[in-house]
């Protein structure tokens, strides 16, 4: 019954490893930079900061700052602002040629304090966007999330029949040998097998975060149908506004309504974050956690009244979590060095278990290694 249960753990991580290889390869490649991306921002000089001011300069206006965003593109729709919680002195405007236009969107940083423009970069152009869409969606959008998150499953399904697998074959051997006075083969194989459980942890919750990550767009929807639907239930019917309110009342009402936290997102009306009759304000708490997990407040677009606030489901929580713990960005530069690290090693993990098994396929068995084993080790990977 053992080597039954052997044999069926290797065909799982053969196959499963075998398929996902080279786009994990591909992801690795590309999400490298990715961590690095405000460093590279900087050094590339693409990164803009708020210019220096005394730090008790208030805060302008919300609507000083909307009207700044819709200046700088005559004709476009706001869609969002976001402002990160390193840089609370600068303000993300998207504005598209409509509220839920996802094409021909455009970007527009304010400074949040002076509402003035500070830049207006272009988001679909540079090595970094490159990158970016290579990892997220490989240029194909939800097809292509969907795509990518069915590998990250084959990868974990990978990484678990892996440890399985692993026991059997280092039973007569102490945990993390590599044997370097026999075959290179062996050796590298050693190696191989050591860097993947040195890199287990970190890939499996980077694995996990990413396929997470993918079903974005379907969670999202989910939570509007099962949550959002409900909190707009007496707007049904009702036309769409054509003249917003005033959004620095609604984050005023937001920020009473949510005392101990602070604006970090907002979303207009007919965005896919948003109803089509109210602002949506996500409130932030302000620890390193926290500061990743929001509370929506809807608030009445046009007479700028509070509307409802809930608790977002288990999913979006699991989704907002997941997007910065993905890419190492909850402990500053440190952490990211450590992502790095990891991801350089899984890279020679990734690499060499392909090298390992072109190198076996069509050849016997090395001697000496239990048969289910070696399957699982060697041309699983």
């Not at 053992?2 to 044999?7: D, F, G, S, T």
Request: hydrophobic residues 50%; contains cysteine.
């Amino acid at each position: 019954m053992q080597a039954l249960a052997l044999r069926r753990w290797t065909w799982v991580h053969k196959w499963s490893s075998l398929i996902c290889t080279v786009f994990m390869l591909l992801l690795c490649l590309t999400g490298l930079p990715l961590i690095f991306h405000h460093e590279i921002g900087h050094w590339l000089g693409t990164e803009v900061e708020a210019p220096p001011l005394p730090s008790d300069t208030p805060m302008a206006s919300l609507d000083r700052v909307v009207a700044a965003a819709l200046a700088a593109e005559p004709g476009m729709a706001l869609q969002y602002l976001f402002q990160e919680a390193e840089e609370p002195a600068l303000w993300h405007a998207t504005l598209g040629p409509d509220a839920a236009a996802t094409e021909g969107t455009r970007q527009v940083l304010i400074d949040a304090r002076t509402a003035q423009i500070l830049a207006q970069p272009k988001p679909d152009e540079g090595l970094m966007y490159l990158m970016f869409r290579l990892h997220v969606d490989l240029f194909a959008d939800l097809p292509g999330k969907l795509f990518l998150g069915a590998m990250g499953v084959l990868l974990l399904a990978a990484l678990v029949s892996g440890v399985v697998l692993y026991g059997p074959f280092m039973r007569k051997l102490d945990f993390g040998t590599v044997r370097r006075q026999r075959s290179r083969r062996l050796y590298w194989l050693d190696q191989h097998n050591l860097l993947g459980m040195v890199t287990l942890v970190w890939a499996l919750v980077v694995g996990g975060t990413g396929v997470i990550n993918t079903w974005a767009d379907l969670l999202i929807k989910l939570w509007q149908v099962e949550q959002v639907s409900a909190m707009v239930a007496p707007y049904q019917g009702q036309a769409r506004p054509k003249q917003l309110g005033s959004l620095q009342q609604a984050a005023e009402l937001a920020r009473a309504a949510e005392p101990d936290k602070q604006l970090g997102f907002v979303a207009f009306p007919g965005t896919m974050m948003a109803s089509p009759y109210h602002y949506a304000l996500f409130m932030r708490g302000q620890t390193p956690l926290s500061a990743r997990l929001y509370q929506p407040v809807l608030v009445d677009a046009r007479h700028a009244q509070f509307s409802t606030s809930r608790e977002p489901p288990w999913y979006i929580t699991a989704l907002l979590i997941s997007q910065p713990l993905h890419f190492g960005d909850y402990g500053g530069l440190p952490l990211k060095i450590i992502w790095a690290v990891l991801d350089l090693l899984t890279l020679v993990v990734l690499g060499s278990g392909l090298v390992l098994w072109w190198g076996k396929h069509g050849r016997a068995r090395a001697p000496g290694l239990p048969s289910a084993a070696t399957l699982g080790t060697e041309g699983g990977r």
